[in-house]
């Protein structure tokens, strides 16, 4: 089992940018665990935002993101994160933390970012 607890979210202005956290507790993640970010906007399915291999190395990031979001994590403290920077209205959502080995995801319960014009 794992478990994923997201903060950081806000209301931050069009052009700003916020540092989302998730903290990972429960098993201990390994080479075999995908971590990502995930968001769903009103009305809309959950998309991907960005993901990497807990143990490190490349990052996958979707389209929209266009180099303005970040991800990263600190084993040592079972930490991932996403940094936000130049922020538009149309990533408000609910961002969500997931892990991922094989079949198995684990998610978060979210954190609200909007993003007002």
């Known amino acids: 089992q794992v478990q994923l607890v997201e903060s950081g979210g806000g209301l931050v202005q069009a052009g700003g940018s916020l540092r989302l956290s998730c903290a990972v507790s429960g098993r201990t993640l390994s080479i075999y665990d995908m971590v990502g970010w995930y968001r769903q906007a009103p009305g809309k399915e959950r998309e991907f935002v960005a993901r990497m291999r807990w143990s490190g190395g490349s990052t996958y990031y979707a389209d929209f993101v266009k180099g303005r979001f970040t991800i990263s994590r600190d084993n040592a403290r079972n930490m991932l994160y996403l940094q936000l920077n130049s922020l538009k209205p149309e990533d408000t959502a609910i961002y969500y933390c997931?892990?991922?080995?094989?079949?198995?995801?684990?998610w978060g319960q979210g954190t609200q970012v909007t993003v007002s014009s």
């Open positions: 997931n892990t991922r080995r094989g079949s198995l995801d684990y």
